[in-house]
């Protein structure tokens, strides 16, 4: 069964950085696509960035100029790099994959962020 395990997530300042992992097993679809959601307590999942199989990214305007998503394919890991952190970024994020139309099949357990002002 294919599983996704994040770790990364921390405590820190507004304007602070951090680099969330995701590692991935079991996961062999030639096309696919890979991305990263958060939840804030109280609040409904929003997606925050998407990686297809080509390398194509999609953000959401909320982060658009703050985090970057890559992945390795040699390490079979995915990143989101998030600098410039607010206090609004503060949620659960998860890691998901799936086809290449972006159709989450597999959800990773979430890291925790918090960013203080």
């Known amino acids: 069964q294919v599983q996704l395990v994040e770790s990364g997530g921390d405590s820190v300042q507004a304007g602070g950085s951090l680099r969330l992992s995701c590692a991935a097993s079991?996961?062999?679809?030639?096309?696919?696509?890979m991305g990263w959601f958060r939840q804030a307590a109280g609040a409904e999942r929003e997606e925050v960035a998407y990686i297809d199989s080509d390398g194509t990214t999609k953000y959401a305007d909320s982060v658009k100029g703050r985090f970057t998503i890559s992945k390795d394919n040699a390490k079979n890991s995915l990143y989101l790099q998030m600098n410039s952190l607010k206090p609004e970024d503060t949620a659960m994020y998860y890691c998901a994959a799936g086809d290449y139309r972006c159709r989450m099949n597999y959800w990773g357990q979430g890291t925790q962020v918090t960013v203080s002002s």
């Open positions: 079991r996961f062999t679809y030639s096309r696919y696509c």
